[in-house]
């Protein structure tokens, strides 16, 4: 697994581009009333007199009437790039096809479950927020083009955001991009700077890419930039360390399980593979091991 993810920093974005710096309820119900909130409007963008929300914001960019207040485990899905791998693609599974990534989405909100950000996640942990009473976490690593020109309106349908983990530079998206999904209510997170495995490099080059990555998109972008995601899951105590004095909140790993408001800096992720189909990802959420994202890795 983590070779696979220290890869996906040189994997194609499969997509094309070129490359820059409601209610607890769930299924169709949930599906229309995204829609509806974000129809007539161009890209499907809500307008001002939707529920109030400034325009571009999906429906679960804010608390929705019925959540409550949720201090439990939470499942955090980590995706790549979402299209077919291309002929003689070193790490195939790390591509999830568009069908899958669709048949996907459906299911999890025909079973109840309403995506959020971590930063909605971390407010009901720490501060009294409230969530859907099936929370998911859906989060998108590097910055692959894809996961604007298809997980975006994908998620939008719903009236979900996700989490973009972006790489500070080289990655495939646009600035433009970067600003369409923060203005959607995606939660922009750091993944470094160069996407190296942190716990080789000293304390200067550590501190580069940890407090150096957020100094890079928060001047970007105008967002706190509140969560770190480990480059191929690779942390160890000074690594931590870094992360804590860079000012991050929370940091995601690949250690397969549910994340815990009890280990903030060691927040597990279902990793979701081309092989992982509808099937496994119900299957890691039901048993909580995420043993169908190592098959053959």
């Known amino acids: ?142 910055g692959y083009r894809p996961q604007f020109t298809y997980a975006l309106p994908e998620l939008r349908r719903h009236g979900w955001a996700g989490v973009l983990n972006l790489k500070a530079e080289g990655s495939d998206l646009y600035t433009s991009n970067v600003k369409a999904m923060i203005a959607a209510g995606w939660e922009l997170a750091a993944h470094t700077i160069h996407h190296l495995d942190l716990t080789t490099l000293d304390a200067s080059q550590l501190k580069e890419e940890t407090a150096g990555s957020r100094a890079i998109l928060r001047r970007e972008y105008g967002v706190p930039v509140k969560d770190f995601c480990y480059p191929a899951g690779r942390f160890d105590a000074t690594v931590i360390a870094a992360v804590k004095a ?21 927040l597990a992720r279902f990793e979701i593979l081309g092989s992982s189909g509808v099937s496994g990802m119900a299957e890691d959420l039901r048993t909580g091991s995420g043993a169908t994202g190592a098959v053959g890795l």
């Open 1 to 142: 697994m983590v070779a696979l993810a220290i890869a996906a920093v040189t994997l194609s974005s499969a997509g094309g581009g070129s490359k820059a710096g409601g209610s607890n309820g769930g299924g169709a119900s949930n599906r229309a009333a995204a829609e509806n909130a974000t129809a007539g409007t161009p890209g499907g963008a809500a307008g001002t007199a939707a529920a109030g929300r400034p325009s571009g914001l999906v429906r679960n960019a804010t608390p929705q009437p019925g959540w409550k207040p949720y201090t439990g485990p939470v499942p955090i899905l980590e995706y790549h790039v979402l299209g077919a791998a291309p002929a003689g693609a070193p790490y195939p599974e790390l591509y999830v096809t568009r069908p899958d990534f669709h048949r996907q989405m459906d299911w999890l909100d025909e079973h109840g479950y309403q995506a959020v950000t971590l930063e909605q996640v971390e407010d009901a942990w720490y501060h009294g927020g409230a969530l859907p009473a099936k929370p998911v976490v859906l989060s998108f690593d590097d």
């Open 246 to 266: 860079a000012g991050y909140t929370g940091a995601t790993t690949e250690i397969p399980g549910y994340a815990s408001r009890d280990a903030p800096y060691e």
